[in-house]
């Protein structure tokens, strides 16, 4: 299965970042405009909408439009681990992982790790993935990390911009 990783300092503590990141208004800060996401639910593992914070459990349904070409293509993304919980402290690394329940992909799994490093933090992102149409998909796979590479590099910007002096 390809992988993709991106990794980026940000000028920032880690326990900043990972509120940054841990939540809803953190998704629609990254994602770069020309994706056109659109946000149609969240909810939180015990079925409460719109949760403060995307803990283990949570789904977002959202769709995206990229370029505004062809119709928009429906997600369901879930929360399946969150390291360190909602309640515990950061402490010197965390992570969560979302995988998508339905959506374009045969497999999206999305590690965003964060590790200190002084004032200062290390964000990973790697995504795990296959490509639908079966054997035409998997031939495909490697170079779909062109793709990945311009909406990730514009998320990781727009992280160090939030945070930069």
Do not use: C
């Not at 809803?24 to 659109?38: E, K, S």
Request: aromatic share 10%.
């Amino acid at each position: 299965m390809p992988t993709y990783r991106r990794t980026t300092r940000v000028p920032a503590p880690i326990d900043q970042v990972w509120v940054f990141h841990s939540t809803i208004d953190g998704l629609r800060a990254l994602t770069p405009d020309w994706m056109n996401l659109v946000i149609d639910g969240v909810e939180g593992p015990e079925g409460d909408a719109e949760p403060e914070l995307l803990v283990e459990g949570s789904r977002i349904r959202m769709s995206i439009r990229p370029f505004e070409v062809g119709p928009r293509q429906r997600w369901i993304s879930r929360i399946v681990e969150r390291t360190p919980d909602s309640d515990a402290p950061v402490g010197k690394s965390a992570q969560f992982v979302d995988e998508m329940e339905g959506g374009p992909f045969r497999r999206w799994t999305h590690t965003h790790a964060f590790y200190a490093d002084g004032d200062q933090t290390l964000l990973v992102d790697t995504i795990d993935y296959r490509l639908p149409l079966g054997l035409l998909g998997d031939a495909a796979g490697p170079f779909a990390k062109v793709g990945f590479e311009g909406m990730f590099r514009d998320r990781h910007r727009r992280t160090v911009d939030r945070f930069d002096p």
